[in-house]
C-alpha cells in the first residue's frame, strides 16, 4: 500500500479521535495545521527515530502532502462519525503494517489534536485509550515529542 493512503488513515484516526466529542470550527482549524505541521516537521521527525536508532528509511515522508490535502479537501465534520473502536484500530494497523515510525507518528498526531483546541473531553479521552492500547508498535516519548513539536512548530502558528 502506498505511503499516501497509509498517512491519510493516520490523519484521519488523528482527527477521529479530536472529533470523538464532536468538532467546531476552531478545532477543525487546529488539526488541519496539525496534520500540515507533519508535512513541515518531517526532517525532525525523522531526527527523532535517527536519535533512538529507529529505522524510518521504508517510509517515503514527501508522500505526506497529498496526505494533507486530502484532508483538506475532506468535509471535517465527516470524522464525527468515526467511532475509534476495535474493529476500526484493526483496519488502522492493516493499513499501517507493522511498523514503529508509522505508528508512533499516528500517536503523536492524535495526542496533538486531542490537545491543540485546550479543550480535552473524557470522550477523547477514551478514544485516545484505545488508540494506545492498539498502536502498540508506538514509541509514546517520541509520540510525546512529536505532539510537543506539532503543538509549538514555529512554521505554522496555532
Known sequence: MS??????????AAIAV???????????DTVRNIVLNVT????????????????????NFDEFG????????????????????Q???DLLIDT?????????????????????DGNYSQTEHEAFVILVENLTLADQNIAGQICAKLLHNDGVIL
Open 96 to 116: 499501517l503494517e507493522n511498523g514503529p515510525v508509522l505508528h508512533t507518528i499516528c500517536l503523536g498526531m492524535a495526542l496533538a489534536a486531542i490537545h491543540g
Open 66 to 85: 497529498e496526505a494533507y490535502d486530502y484532508i483538506l479537501n475532506k468535509d471535517m465534520h465527516e470524522f464525527q462519525s468515526i467511532e475509534v473502536n
Open 40 to 59: 513541515f516537521m518531517s526532517n525532525e521527525i525523522k531526527s527523532f527515530f535517527d536519535s533512538q536508532g529507529i529505522e524510518h528509511n521504508n517510509v
Open 87 to 89: 474493529e476500526y484500530c
Open 3 to 12: 505511503d499516501i493512503k497509509k498517512f491519510q488513515w493516520m490523519a484521519e
Open 18 to 28: 479530536a472529533a470523538s466529542d464532536g468538532i467546531e470550527d476552531k478545532e477543525i
